[in-house]
């Protein structure tokens, strides 16, 4: 492997202080792909200080905005060119095919674009002043120093949404990757330093999020820390970031509906609900897995479901005809059995799947069948709780405002869907869906353009679009008074 395997402090390639390393496996076959460095909190430490004295310097968050866009410019074609080795890398890293694997490297390098060109778009703007003979003006500031913690289902798409924005507008910053999928967030790292990113700006360390993530959320010289995960590490991570009240970016999970009304496209809506939940094994955090179809077609549509899912194809991502890859990891696969498990307990009827598969092939790998659960009712975890893997619950619904009722019954609000050839009723229903995201008649399409973001427990804040840069910048009201005089008060 072509490939440093280090951290990256202060423009510097480096080991562990501890000397401590991780391995690295497939999850197709769990054979070792790499050995990285384990960082400890006196590696983030050291790297917070770096990035602490980098933007203090004060020399980056000067550089006139249409430099640091060429820079995110420059990466952007760097990874164009090495877009091969780091979609290998990949998959290699989480099983993924690597046909996705592509498709995430082109949605990368798009993130890195936008945001170069947005990077010189917007100097402030002028108040007209109530005062006389005073001037007013509006000017975005980078926030500081940005600890941002990514997972590992899609490592590098989540790491590009957060590095270019920040390098974009002045900020200095300290990633962690999820500990299981470091390499292709080293890679781009190698590709940040050939594109010429002053030393301290951005830094990179390794290990888990008990030593390094909480070190990043708690330090009082971090600003802003951005996060994406799970709830439950959300919500530790709100509580250490009020050390110095941070301003602070949560992308969570979410247990997304998809809405079917019977006047639908039917193929469209069979082949939508099952890309919306099946691609990287249903491990996306806007997956579809909750499905709510109206009752007068829910017998016909869960057979047809029913029928493509029993011919999925599951193998490495390698395999040209793999549609299906793994889960992650052996403890992942449990979490999923588990989950199924209840769901059984609870009374869902399991139509499809429900267990690992037999084929002697992928008995090295972490793979689950793809499940289909019917006679799902609200109150049950299957349906309440973010399983993470390839498994759909279904609901039925007769009017259209049980149909949105059900949708939000949810701590959750990051995504749905809704079906239907009915636009104003889709127009309706979208309106009343409490998500970041409402797709009409399409599932799980996302583009650096539009922000992306949860209501409710799905988070706070926004990535991608202006919204995704003004997470980075502060906003700073400068008056003047151009004849100043005395009031003569006191
Ligand atoms: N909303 C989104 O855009 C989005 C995108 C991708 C994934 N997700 C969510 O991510 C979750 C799956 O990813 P995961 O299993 O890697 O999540 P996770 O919360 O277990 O880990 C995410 C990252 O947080 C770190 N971490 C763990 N404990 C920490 C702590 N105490 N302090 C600081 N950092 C800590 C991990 O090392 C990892 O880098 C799912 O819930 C999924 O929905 C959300
Ligand atoms: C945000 N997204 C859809 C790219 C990945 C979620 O897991």
């Given at each position: 492997m072509?490939?440093?395997?280090q951290q990256?402090?202060?423009g510097e390639?480096?080991n562990?202080?501890?000397?401590?390393?991780?391995t690295?496996?497939?999850?197709?076959n769990q054979?070792?792909i790499?050995e990285?460095p384990e960082?400890?909190?006196?590696?983030?430490?050291?790297?917070?200080?770096?990035?602490?004295?980098?933007f203090d310097?004060g020399?980056?968050?000067?550089?006139?905005?249409?430099?640091?866009g060429?820079?995110?410019r420059?990466?952007?074609?760097?990874?164009?060119?090495?877009k091969?080795?780091?979609?290998?890398?990949?998959?290699?890293?989480?099983?993924?095919?690597?046909?996705?694997?592509?498709?995430?490297?082109e949605?990368i390098?798009?993130v890195?674009?936008?945001?170069?060109?947005l990077?010189?778009?917007?100097g402030?703007e002028?108040i007209?002043?109530?005062?006389?003979?005073?001037s007013s003006?509006?000017v975005?500031?980078p926030?500081?120093?940005?600890?941002?913690?990514t997972?590992w289902?899609?490592?590098?798409?989540?790491?590009?949404?957060?590095?270019?924005?920040?390098?974009a507008t002045?900020?200095?910053?300290i990633?962690k990757?999820s500990e299981i999928?470091p390499?292709?967030t080293?890679?781009v790292f190698?590709?940040?330093?050939?594109?010429?990113?002053?030393a301290g700006v951005?830094?990179l360390?390794?290990g888990?999020?008990?030593?390094?993530?909480?070190?990043l959320?708690?330090?009082?010289?971090v600003?802003l820390?951005?996060f994406?995960?799970g709830?439950?590490?959300?919500?530790?991570?709100m509580?250490?970031?009020s050390?110095?009240v941070?301003?602070l970016?949560l992308?969570?999970?979410?247990?997304?509906?998809?809405?079917?009304?019977a006047?639908?496209d039917?193929e469209?809506?069979?082949d939508?609900?099952?890309?919306?939940?099946f691609?990287?094994a249903g491990q996306?955090?806007?997956?579809?897995t909750?499905?709510i179809?109206e009752e007068?077609?829910?017998?016909?549509f869960v057979?047809?479901?029913v029928?493509?899912?029993?011919?999925f194809?599951l193998?490495?991502?390698?395999?040209?005809d793999?549609?299906m890859?793994p889960l992650?990891?052996?403890?992942?696969?449990?979490?999923v059995?588990n989950?199924?498990e209840?769901?059984?307990?609870e009374?869902a009827t399991?139509?499809?799947g429900?267990?690992?598969?037999?084929?002697p092939?992928?008995q090295?790998?972490?793979?689950y069948?793809?499940t289909?659960?019917?006679?799902?009712?609200?109150?049950?975890?299957v349906?309440?709780?973010?399983?993470f893997g390839?498994?759909?619950?279904?609901?039925?619904f007769?009017a259209?405002?049980e149909a949105?009722k059900l949708?939000?019954d949810?701590i959750?609000?990051?995504?749905g869907?809704?079906f239907?050839n009915d636009?104003?009723?889709?127009?309706?229903?979208?309106?009343?869906m409490?998500?970041?995201?409402?797709?009409i008649?399409?599932f799980?399409?996302?583009?650096p353009?539009?922000p992306?973001?949860?209501y409710?427990?799905?988070?706070?804040g926004?990535?991608?679009g202006?919204?995704?840069?003004?997470e980075y910048?502060?906003?700073k009201?400068?008056?003047?008074n151009?004849?100043?005089?005395t009031?003569?008060?006191?």
């Open positions: 072509n490939l440093k395997l990256y402090i202060n390639w480096t562990a202080n501890s000397g401590n390393t991780r690295i496996i497939n999850p197709f054979e070792v790499a990285v960082g400890d909190e006196s590696d983030a430490k050291a790297a917070i200080a770096a990035a602490r004295e980098a310097l020399e980056w968050s000067s550089t006139p905005a249409t430099e640091r060429a820079f995110v420059k990466i952007a074609e760097f990874i164009e060119r090495d091969e080795e780091l979609a290998h890398l990949e998959s290699l890293d989480t099983g993924k095919t690597v046909e996705e694997s592509r498709g995430d490297m949605d390098a798009g890195f674009r936008y945001f170069s060109e990077a010189d778009k917007d402030g002028l007209d002043s109530p005062i006389p003979n005073s003006k509006v975005y500031e926030v500081g120093v940005c600890g941002q913690i997972p289902n899609y490592p590098l798409l989540q790491a590009s949404w957060k590095l270019a924005p920040a390098i002045g900020n200095t910053l990633m990757p999928t390499l292709t080293i890679k190698e590709l940040i330093e050939e594109a010429g990113v002053p951005a830094n360390v390794l888990t999020g008990a030593a390094i993530g909480s070190e959320s708690s330090s009082t010289d600003d820390i951005s994406t995960g709830i439950d590490t959300g919500k530790k991570i509580q250490a970031a050390s110095n941070k301003n970016a992308e969570l999970g979410g247990k997304n509906p998809n809405v079917i009304f006047d639908a039917f469209v809506a069979v939508q609900a099952l890309n919306g939940v691609f990287h996306i955090c806007s997956a579809g909750r499905l179809v007068s077609i829910h017998d016909e057979q047809a479901l029928e493509r899912v029993k011919n194809k193998g490495s991502g390698f395999d040209e793999t549609q890859g992650i990891s052996a403890e992942h696969l449990a979490k059995e989950y199924v209840a769901g059984v307990k009374g399991l139509a499809v429900g267990k690992r598969p037999e084929d092939e992928l090295n790998g972490f793979f069948l793809p289909i659960f019917t006679d799902c009712t609200t109150d049950m975890s349906v309440q709780e973010e399983g390839p498994v759909i619950t279904i609901e039925k007769q259209e405002d949105v949708a939000n949810s959750y609000g990051l995504a869907g809704v239907t636009i104003a009723k889709a127009e309706r229903c979208a309106a009343k409490r998500m970041g995201t409402v797709w008649n399409e799980n399409l996302y583009f353009h539009a992306w973001g949860g409710k427990q799905s988070g706070i926004r990535e991608l202006r919204l995704g840069m003004e910048t502060e906003t009201h400068i008056f003047r151009h004849k100043p005089e009031m003569n008060w006191f």
